[in-house]
């Protein structure tokens, strides 16, 4: 902090790096998959996931359950801010309405949940899709600009609208809907948690080969420098509406399977602060590497109980929103590449890296 | 006629404090080229800092130019230690700084004075007067009287005092600023100190009307907003008018068009953003080139 | 006479590229040098590294003070003047506006003379007066130009850096330049380190000349003796020795 306070030149002098950030994972991916230690970890984070619900209480679990949901969220939002190099600060209305899309198709229309949440999926990405239209005609801060104002007004609308959604006390159903087939011998809890592992564990890859393919390279070349890439082909903006389509989809995906989870659903759960939550979530995690997801999911989904517990539950709520906005300056200041891009380039380090001579 | 004549006056009273703390956001984007998403919370901690220097027993005649210079130290403030790390990192690390100032001063607020609406009594009285056919509070005429100032003088700051050049100088072109010997880093820390004084004055007056509690401002940052898109990002007059306008637009929407009242007038300043975006990006007195990157 | 400005052993770059290998150049009162060399000889990084506006290392010292870690601002602030290559006005602001933003920016000790300063500018720039309600922006390349250089003027500066003058400009309106920066440096006290590409026009009005290649200083002469040899613009001027300039840009 205290170098990049040293004088007016910072603005000319900041302005060429950024690069050398984008250069690190590049050697990694010189190797085989099966030779990265990256694929390894998630291979080993995979297998204890599934061996977690036999061994934590129903309770644990459902906390757990909720951490995966908002990390699928935060990976949309991941997508958006760390590839595609735009900014959402309303996905925790996409959130909520794919969370209302499934929770009404259920409860109203009595829709099987897988369903449901397939409808809640394609409902949200056609959201994006609109609300990018006019924001993505032109690079700069309206995306930014026109989802805070979809965050401050997607509650009020939620509580207007009492006919479909309850109004303020929103949508309640007896239990979840998603219960574990007839002969498989699991708690609805051990089900949910099992099923949201493979979820997230779908929509990782998926994200992942997204950004490493073809159509990533084109995302890669937009965030570095639209310029650059508009001159080569890329349709800049087309790309960027894609991208937030696709964002929002994944959001609308963890909002639908935490309504059905919770198999609840109130205006209050998604307000701005939940949609700034999120951002702080992908920052703080980090925006550019998959498994900050989780961390920033763990880290929004634990605290405020970690916080309560110490605190006491009347200002836990806005002592966790204070650590979340301390720990987003905290991170934008000393860790730009999150809690997860931190540890991995300190793991990195340790190991001795990529050697560049290796046979790839 | 007259109601609508009065539904038009009563908008444009309104509107005043959304063009205050619009023209604080364009302010802000001028100079440091980001969206202040913490300017709303910004006037909204102002307005408890005047509630608690009037329960100090300070006269209002003191408070305003008080809290003026306070909100000014602390926008400065926020500028040089908050904002300015992260200069040149950017437009997505400055917005993001914003969202956590939004969400930090909010829960700020929260913790110091608590989530109740408190009523905060008028400092200009409850008496009402007559006009013709139109009818003012006290607290209409004085607030906006006072808003008016605020902008009044800020806009012949910057038109007419050599600070007032040195700041449109660092906006326009801060390269060339600097070779002229202006530091850039200063104007830019007193552009956000001016911007959060014209916000203060905004929450000062919106305080009595809306009654005090962290969310005061929550609203009249989406309307700012949406009338700083209106007026267009490079234009302070523009912001200007665009607040008033949005705060008729919101007002007549209220009353004329079914279903939109109470909160849903939010959908109003929403609209407008979207269709501002759609039509015309850079607004009604912004130019093209204004559209940052 | 010690100089005006000394530079000794400076390098500077952008990223990790260095562009200036250790530069040794002097300016002394009341003196227009001309620096010149072929596009990319790293004329206008010299310029920015002794504004302050490009990082540097080595030894600068200007009017007898070290500028090592002095902000571009206060170097300016110090006397130092630089009209950048291309733009340097502020094209939001009015004509009028630019110029009182010179005025501003000068040494307290010569503020009495502002307004004398302003007039004698309009009349060396009489479509500046004209122009004078309109939007910088509204202005022509070479009007642009000549404005950039008043408003520096007007800051005061004993030392002036000018990038590129005759840059986009018609050769007649690039000849106007050259005689005006003469008349400058009489009327205004100055001292010039001027960069040019043109290298015939800027040393007839220069004393001395540096001849830049690669990032380094390949000859420094009185101008005369410059001009007069051929084979040297040849080799590092891009000129063919029948005193033809190509047209590089």
């Given at each position: 902090?205290?170098?990049?306070?040293?004088?007016?030149?910072?603005?000319?002098?900041?302005?060429?790096?950024?690069?050398?950030?984008?250069?690190?994972p590049?050697?990694?991916?010189?190797?085989?998959?099966?030779?990265?230690?990256?694929?390894?970890?998630?291979?080993?984070?995979f297998?204890?996931?599934?061996?977690?619900?036999?061994?934590?209480?129903?309770?644990?679990?459902?906390?757990?359950?909720?951490?995966?949901?908002?990390?699928?969220a935060?990976?949309?939002?991941n997508?958006?801010?760390?590839?595609?190099?735009?900014?959402?600060?309303?996905?925790?209305?996409?959130?909520?309405?794919?969370?209302?899309?499934?929770?009404?198709?259920?409860?109203?229309?009595?829709?099987?949940?897988?369903?449901?949440?397939?409808?809640?999926?394609?409902?949200?990405?056609?959201?994006?899709?609109?609300?990018?239209?006019?924001?993505?005609r032109?690079?700069?801060?309206?995306?930014?600009l026109?989802?805070?104002?979809i965050?401050?007004?997607?509650?009020?609308?939620?509580?207007?609208?009492?006919?479909?959604?309850?109004?303020?006390?929103?949508?309640?159903?007896?239990?979840?809907?998603?219960?574990?087939?007839?002969?498989?011998?699991?708690?609805?809890?051990?089900?949910?948690?099992?099923?949201l592992?493979?979820?997230?564990?779908?929509?990782?890859?998926?994200?992942?080969?997204?950004?490493?393919?073809?159509?990533?390279?084109?995302?890669?070349?937009?965030?570095?420098?639209?310029?650059?890439?508009?001159?080569?082909?890329?349709?800049?903006n087309?790309?960027?509406?894609?991208?937030?389509?696709?964002?929002?989809?994944v959001?609308?995906l963890?909002?639908?399977?935490?309504?059905?989870?919770?198999?609840?659903?109130?205006?209050?759960s998604?307000?701005m602060?939940?949609s700034?939550?999120?951002?702080?979530?992908?920052v703080?995690?980090?925006?550019?590497?998959w498994?900050?997801?989780?961390?920033?999911?763990?880290?929004?989904?634990?605290?405020?109980?970690?916080i309560?517990?110490?605190?006491?539950?009347?200002?836990?709520?806005?002592?966790?929103?204070?650590?979340?906005?301390?720990?987003?300056?905290?991170?934008?200041?000393?860790?730009?590449?999150?809690?997860?891009?931190?540890?991995?380039?300190?793991v990195?380090?340790?190991?001795?890296?990529?050697?560049?001579?290796?046979?790839? | 006629?007259?109601?609508?004549?009065q539904?038009?006056?009563?908008?444009?009273?309104?509107?005043?404090?959304?063009?205050?703390?619009?023209?604080?956001?364009?302010?802000?984007?001028?100079?440091t080229?980001?969206?202040?998403?913490a300017?709303?919370?910004?006037?909204?901690?102002?307005?408890?800092?005047?509630?608690?220097?009037?329960?100090?027993?300070?006269?209002?005649?003191?408070?305003?130019?008080v809290?003026?210079?306070?909100?000014?130290v602390?926008?400065?403030?926020?500028?040089?230690?908050?904002?300015r790390?992260?200069?040149?990192?950017g437009?997505?690390?400055?917005?993001?700084?914003t969202?956590?100032?939004?969400l930090?001063?909010?829960?700020?607020?929260?913790?110091?004075?608590?989530?109740?609406?408190?009523?905060?009594?008028?400092?200009?009285?409850?008496?009402?007067?007559?006009?013709?056919?139109?009818t003012f509070?006290?607290?209409?005429?004085?607030?906006?009287?006072?808003?008016?100032?605020?902008m009044?003088?800020?806009?012949?700051?910057?038109?007419?005092?050599?600070?007032?050049?040195?700041l449109?100088?660092?906006?326009?072109?801060?390269?060339?600023?600097?070779?002229?010997?202006?530091?850039?880093?200063?104007?830019?820390?007193?552009?956000?100190?001016?911007?959060?004084?014209?916000?203060?004055?905004?929450?000062?007056?919106?305080?009595?009307?809306?009654?005090?509690?962290?969310?005061?401002?929550?609203?009249?940052?989406?309307?700012?907003?949406?009338?700083?898109?209106?007026?267009?990002?490079?234009?302070?007059l523009?912001?200007?008018?665009?607040?008033?306008?949005?705060?008729?637009?919101?007002?007549?929407?209220?009353?004329?068009?079914?279903?939109?009242?109470?909160d849903?007038?939010?959908?109003?300043?929403?609209?407008?953003?979207?269709?501002?975006?759609?039509?015309?990006?850079?607004?009604?007195?912004?130019?093209?080139?204004?559209?940052?990157? | 006479?010690?100089?005006?400005?000394?530079v000794?052993?400076?390098?500077?770059?952008?990223?990790?590229?260095?562009?200036?290998?250790?530069?040794?150049?002097?300016?002394?009162?009341?003196?227009?040098?001309?620096?010149?060399?072929?596009?990319?000889?790293?004329k206008?990084?010299?310029?920015?590294?002794?504004?302050?506006?490009?990082?540097?290392?080595?030894?600068?010292?200007?009017?007898?003070?070290?500028?090592?870690?002095?902000?571009?601002?206060?170097?300016?602030?110090g006397g130092?003047?630089?009209?950048?290559?291309?733009?340097?006005?502020?094209?939001?602001?009015?004509?009028?506006?630019?110029?009182?933003l010179?005025?501003?920016s000068?040494?307290?000790?010569?503020?009495?003379?502002?307004?004398?300063?302003?007039?004698?500018?309009?009349?060396?720039?009489?479509?500046?007066?004209?122009m004078?309600?309109?939007?910088?922006?509204?202005?022509?390349?070479?009007?642009?130009?000549?404005l950039?250089?008043?408003?520096?003027?007007?800051?005061?500066?004993?030392?002036?850096?000018?990038?590129?003058?005759?840059?986009?400009?018609?050769?007649l309106?690039?000849?106007?330049?050259?005689?005006?920066?003469?008349?400058?440096?009489?009327?205004?006290?100055?001292?010039?380190?001027l960069?040019?590409?043109n290298?015939?026009?800027?040393?007839?009005?220069?004393?001395?000349?540096?001849?830049?290649?690669?990032?380094r200083?390949?000859?420094?002469?009185?101008?005369?003796?410059?001009?007069?040899?051929?084979?040297?613009?040849a080799?590092?001027?891009?000129?063919?020795?029948?005193?033809?300039?190509?047209?590089?840009?």
């Open positions: 902090m205290a170098t990049s306070i040293s004088g007016p030149a910072t603005r000319t002098v900041a302005a060429t790096p950024g690069s050398p950030r984008a250069a690190a590049a050697l990694d991916e010189l190797r085989p998959l099966w030779r990265r230690p990256v694929t390894w970890a998630w291979t080993a984070l297998v204890v996931a599934l061996v977690v619900p036999f061994l934590i209480s129903d309770y644990d679990l459902f906390k757990a359950t909720r951490v995966l949901t908002v990390a699928i935060v990976a949309g939002l997508l958006l801010i760390g590839r595609a190099g735009q900014i959402s600060a309303g996905h925790g209305a996409l959130y909520g309405l794919g969370a209302y899309t499934a929770m009404i198709l259920v409860k109203e229309l009595g829709w099987g949940w897988p369903l449901a949440v397939l409808a809640a999926v394609i409902v949200s990405g056609a959201a994006g899709w609109l609300i990018g239209l006019p924001a993505l032109v690079r700069g801060l309206n995306l930014g026109l989802t805070i104002a965050a401050a007004i997607f509650p009020l609308l939620l509580s207007r609208f009492e006919g479909i959604t309850g109004g303020t006390i929103g949508l309640q159903l007896a239990g979840s809907p998603i219960t574990p087939p007839g002969g498989l011998a699991l708690t609805p809890e051990q089900f949910q948690f099992l099923l592992v493979v979820v997230l564990a779908v929509v990782l890859v998926l994200l992942r080969n997204l950004t490493t393919g073809p159509l990533g390279r084109a995302v890669e070349a937009l965030r570095v420098n639209p310029l650059m890439a508009r001159s080569e082909g890329v349709d800049v087309r790309l960027t509406l894609t991208m937030f389509g696709i964002s929002s989809a959001a609308g963890g909002g639908a399977l935490g309504g059905l989870v919770l198999a609840s659903t109130v205006p209050d998604y307000s602060f939940f700034l939550t999120l951002l702080s979530a992908c703080v995690g980090g925006s550019r590497t498994a900050g997801s989780l961390v920033g999911a763990a880290f929004i989904v634990y605290l405020p109980d970690v309560s517990q110490h605190i006491g539950s009347t200002t836990g709520g806005q002592w966790s929103q204070l650590v979340y906005a301390v720990a987003l300056l905290l991170t934008l200041f000393f860790l730009p590449a999150g809690v997860a891009g931190g540890a991995g380039r300190l990195t380090r340790l190991t001795g890296g990529p050697r560049r001579r290796s046979k790839a | 006629m007259s109601e609508l004549l539904q038009t006056v009563s908008g444009l009273t309104t509107g005043l404090v959304y063009a205050a703390l619009a023209l604080a956001i364009a302010l802000v984007f001028q100079g080229g980001t969206l202040n998403f300017q709303g919370e910004f006037a909204t901690l102002a307005a408890f800092v005047s509630f608690a220097l009037s329960t100090a027993g300070l006269s209002w005649w003191l408070i305003v130019p809290l003026v210079v306070l909100a000014f602390f926008g400065a403030g926020v500028e040089r230690l908050l904002v790390p992260v200069e040149g990192n437009p997505l690390a400055l917005l993001t700084v969202a956590a100032l939004l930090g001063t909010n829960a700020v607020v929260a913790l110091i004075w608590g989530t109740d609406v408190r009523s905060m009594p008028s400092p200009f009285g409850d008496a009402v007067h007559h006009v013709g056919p139109l509070t006290a607290q209409a005429l004085g607030g906006g009287a006072l808003v008016l100032t605020a009044v003088l800020c806009g012949a700051i910057f038109r007419f005092t050599p600070l007032g050049l040195r449109r100088a660092v906006a326009d072109n801060p390269d060339s600023a600097r070779l002229l010997g202006i530091s850039t880093g200063l104007m830019l820390a007193v552009g956000w100190g001016i911007a959060a004084a014209v916000g203060a004055v905004a929450g000062l007056v919106a305080a009595p009307t809306l009654g005090l509690s962290p969310e005061l401002m929550t609203n009249a940052l989406l309307l700012a907003l949406a009338a700083v898109t209106l007026g267009g990002f490079s234009s302070r523009g912001a200007v008018v665009g607040g008033l306008l949005i705060g008729v637009l919101s007002n007549l929407a209220s009353r004329y068009v079914p279903g939109i009242g109470g849903l007038q939010l959908v109003v300043p929403f609209a407008v953003i979207f269709l501002v975006l759609l039509v015309r990006p850079q607004g009604l007195f912004g130019r093209p080139s204004a559209v940052r990157a | 006479m010690s100089g005006l400005l000394e000794t052993g400076l390098t500077a770059g952008y990223g990790g590229v260095r562009v200036l290998h250790g530069i040794d150049i002097a300016v002394g009162e009341n003196e227009i040098v001309a620096v010149l060399g072929a596009n990319g000889a790293g206008t990084t010299l310029l920015r590294a002794l504004s302050g506006t490009v990082r540097s290392s080595g030894e600068v010292a200007f009017a007898g003070r070290s500028l090592a870690g002095t902000s571009a601002a206060r170097i300016a602030r130092l003047g630089h009209v950048p290559q291309g733009r340097g006005t502020f094209t939001d602001l009015t004509v009028e506006e630019n110029v009182r010179g005025v501003i000068r040494p307290a000790s010569t503020r009495g003379q502002a307004d004398g300063d302003v007039e004698r500018i309009y009349e060396t720039f009489p479509v500046l007066r004209e004078r309600r309109r939007p910088a922006g509204a202005l022509s390349g070479g009007q642009q130009q000549m950039a250089l008043s408003r520096a003027l007007l800051a005061r500066p004993r030392l002036l850096l000018i990038d590129e003058p005759s840059l986009g400009l018609a050769p309106t690039s000849a106007d330049m050259f005689s005006v920066l003469a008349r400058l440096r009489d009327e205004w006290s100055l001292s010039v380190l960069a040019e590409q290298a015939r026009a800027s040393l007839k009005v220069a004393d001395r000349g540096v001849v830049l290649a690669r990032g200083v390949v000859a420094s002469a009185p101008a005369a003796e410059l001009a007069a040899d051929e084979g040297l613009r080799a590092y001027l891009g000129e063919s020795p029948d005193g033809l300039t190509e047209v590089s840009s």
